[in-house]
């Protein structure tokens, strides 16, 4: 049922999508409608990617060394600061409104000061990406521990769970579905912050790729980036949502 | 005073923002003894279940469980909600295999989900461990419940009003199975206290009525069910001496009820324009 119900909801994503496709196919290739220069055709786009296909490949390779890890370490670190404060709640009243202040501020404007202390460029980006993601993480935490239902704490108490029982069999579990939301939105917002931080200073990586062949007005190669860049943000999310069906399964149990 | 007593409340209040809800409570629980705790809504029969769970502090008083000051929840008193005993994100043989690793740490994980499964089978919910709480309907997830309270081999078991949210037939259903595991429990019969708010429920599985009257909540009568035992249901609500000490509760009952109107009344007129 649910799987018949999936499937349904591939098939309408991949139809609107291919609609875009042909559109664009009937405002360049076939009408001539938008500028040639700027909007390439798919005759032109699609041989682009074939040919860069190594360089793609290899952008891709480094874009994923920088995202991975920044994105791993923001997501472990988030949720390890937001369980440890969250469990905690004068720690919590002490340290909420600091956050509330450090949370909303773009980690991009902090690309200078990255640049200039940290020592290499692998190592600024990812700082960058890690602040961009840690805090919708640590938030996201905190107010799923926050919205953790008193019954399963008095069945916690009850059963006599402690410390990292407690933190393992309940609070995380329990938290998980707001957990989730913030590792959602650190995600996406991830991807935009991969592409920047690569623009600043990166021989490699897909954001350097559109932006290096930007430079030399080679709009195919550009358009090809951005359509390569975005079937791998499509792919990560599908892997995401299906780890999130699955991790957060027992929430439609309910 | 009886020193014997298992489960101890002396003097014990509870209040909670200026409002007491529990007042001046002397109540004594023998082992094994099966007690049914019964009151109109507001009573604050969850209150001192509660209380002797040790979820709740007394305001003032005190609750002792085999002698000891109750200084917080413990493994020796095993609580059954009403609707919520097990972890949603678990099945059952998991929730009942975390509840063992805690009462009975020595055991290995196979162990564990063995005895979960052999307790789930006692309940009529054999090959059923593998499925999540919500994935049951409402009278499987009590049994479940009750399954992992008994796994959990407490002498003392806290029932919070576990039939309450079930239909009659399956709360039926219900009480038959935990009465005939209890009073198949021979010499390590645990000692129930059971909060209900139904009047048969009581009489049927309880040899001890406390009834609970309120503002606040206090014991308006303490009533011995003197059926015989053991008991089935069809022999029980047919007898004369059933529908006597029936009688007899829906009384007090509607005492504590008016009382409550009352109570309610005098508030009204007072707040009055």
Request: proline share 5%; with cysteine.
């Amino acid at each position: 049922m649910i799987r018949a119900k999936t499937r349904n909801s591939y098939v309408g994503a991949a139809a609107v999508f291919a609609s875009l496709v042909a559109l664009y196919a009937v405002l360049t290739d076939l009408t001539r409608t938008l500028d040639p220069v700027l909007f390439p055709g798919w005759t032109v786009i699609l041989p682009e990617m074939a040919r860069s296909s190594g360089e793609l490949l290899k952008g891709l390779f480094y874009s994923l060394r920088l995202l991975l890890p920044s994105l791993a370490a923001a997501v472990l670190s988030g949720i390890a600061v937001g369980v440890a404060v969250g469990m905690r709640p004068k720690v919590k009243a002490v340290l909420m409104p600091l956050f509330r202040a450090l949370n909303p501020f773009p980690p991009t404007m902090l690309i200078p000061y990255a640049i200039a202390v940290l020592p290499s460029f692998w190592l600024s980006s990812a700082a960058i990406i890690f602040i961009g993601v840690f805090w919708p993480v640590l938030m996201s935490t905190l107010h799923g521990i926050a919205m953790l239902e008193p019954r399963w704490i008095d069945n916690a108490r009850c059963l006599g769970l402690r410390g990292r029982k407690l933190i393992f069999k309940v609070i995380l579990p329990g938290a998980m579905p707001q957990i989730f939301s913030g590792i959602g939105s650190g995600l996406i917002f991830s991807f935009i912050l991969l592409t920047v931080a690569e623009m600043f200073g990166a021989k490699a990586g897909l954001g350097f790729f559109v932006q290096y062949y930007a430079d030399f007005a080679e709009y195919g190669k550009v358009l090809g980036g951005i359509v390569f860049m975005s079937l791998v943000v499509v792919l990560i999310m599908t892997l995401f949502d299906r780890l999130q069906r699955r991790v957060l399964y027992w929430t439609q149990k309910r | 005073m009886n020193c014997n007593a298992l489960i101890q409340l002396r003097n014990l209040s509870f209040s909670y923002a200026g409002e007491t809800t529990l007042s001046h409570i002397d109540l004594e629980i023998a082992a094994s003894e099966f007690v049914a705790v019964i009151g109109p809504s507001g009573c604050g029969k969850s209150t001192l279940l509660r209380l002797v769970s040790g979820l709740l502090s007394p305001t003032s008083g005190e609750v002792r469980v085999g002698g000891e000051p109750v200084a917080g929840p413990g493994l020796d008193r095993a609580m059954v909600f009403q609707d919520y005993s097990l972890f949603p994100w678990s099945s059952c043989t998991d929730n009942l295999a975390l509840a063992l690793e805690q009462t009975r740490p020595g055991l290995s994980r196979a162990e564990r989900r063995q005895i979960a499964d052999e307790y789930l089978t006692m309940v009529g919910l054999a090959g059923c461990g593998k499925k999540l709480p919500g994935e049951l309907s409402g009278g499987m997830r009590q049994r479940a419940a009750i399954a992992r309270a008994l796994a959990m081999n407490s002498p003392i078991l806290l029932m919070d009003e576990p039939f309450g949210a079930l239909d009659a037939i399956t709360r039926a259903r219900q009480q038959d199975m935990l009465l005939d595991i209890w009073q198949s429990g021979g010499a390590e019969k645990k000692t129930v206290l059971f909060v209900t708010h139904d009047v048969d429920e009581a009489l049927i599985l309880a040899g001890r009525v406390i009834v609970l009257g309120v503002r606040p909540g206090h014991i308006a009568a303490d009533i011995a069910v003197d059926l015989p035992r053991p008991r089935s249901r069809e022999e029980s609500v047919n007898s004369a001496r059933f529908r006597a000490l029936r009688e007899r509760l829906l009384h007090e009952l509607d005492l504590a009820v008016a009382r409550q109107l009352e109570a309610a009344q005098t508030l009204q007129e007072g707040g009055g324009i």
